[in-house]
Structures are given as C-alpha cells and as structure tokens.
Nanobody, 114 residues
Framework: QVQLAESGGGLVQPGGSLRLSCAVS????????MAWFRQAPGKQRELVAT???????NYADSVKGRFTISRDNAKNTVYLQMNSLKPEDTAAYYC????????WGRGTQVTVSS
C-alpha cells in the first residue's frame, strides 16, 4: 500500500529556513506528479506546491519565491525547501499527489515564531 512519510519540520524563527522531506513507498514514484499541502489550526488544508514527473513546478502565490519543491526519483522522495519563513507559514505540512487522494501521512509540524 501507499505510504507517505513526512519529516524535517520544527521550530524556526521568522526569516529562517527548513527543508522538508517526504519518503514515498508503494507506488512507481517516478511516474507520479507530487505535491505539498499544509493545514494551519482551524483552517482547511491548502495546496502549497506541485512538481510533475517531468519536474515542472507550480506554487501558491503565498509561497512563490520563498519555497522550492524538488524530487529525487532514485530515493522516492519529494522535498520542500522553505526560506524566508513567516509566522503565517506555521502549519502541519503533508505530501500527496496533487489531487490529494492518496492516504495521508502524519505530516510534519512547522512552527515559525520568535
């Protein structure tokens, strides 16, 4: 079965950086478009960034220019490099396919606070 395992979150000061990883198993990863989502307390889960199997990327306006999504097909892993973090980036971060129809992993918590 499909398993998504996010890691790399933590507490960071505003302006700081974090790199999230998502290890994917149970699918032929290289054939799938992938995405990062986030969910802040009391808010709906939102799409943050996508990367196609051909490495075309797209970003939500709120993170454009600060976040970079990438993938390593040899490691079945998708990454999210987050720079210039803001308090409003505080959320639990998840990976999935862009439609969000795979079973969700546990996510990784990112907290941006001084």
């Amino acid at each position: 079965q499909v398993q998504l395992a996010e890691s790399g979150g933590g507490l960071v000061q505003p302006g700081g950086s974090l790199r999230l990883s998502c290890a994917v198993s149970g699918i032929s990863f290289r054939f799938y478009d992938m995405a990062w989502f986030r969910q802040a307390p009391g808010k709906q889960r939102e799409l943050v960034a996508t990367i196609t199997r051909n490495n075309t990327t797209n970003y939500a306006d709120s993170v454009k220019g600060r976040f970079t999504i990438s993938r390593d097909n040899a490691k079945n892993t998708v990454y999210l490099q987050m720079n210039s973090l803001k308090p409003e980036d505080t959320a639990a971060y998840y990976c999935n396919i862009p439609l969000g129809t795979m079973t969700w992993g546990r996510g990784t918590q990112v907290t941006v606070s001084s």
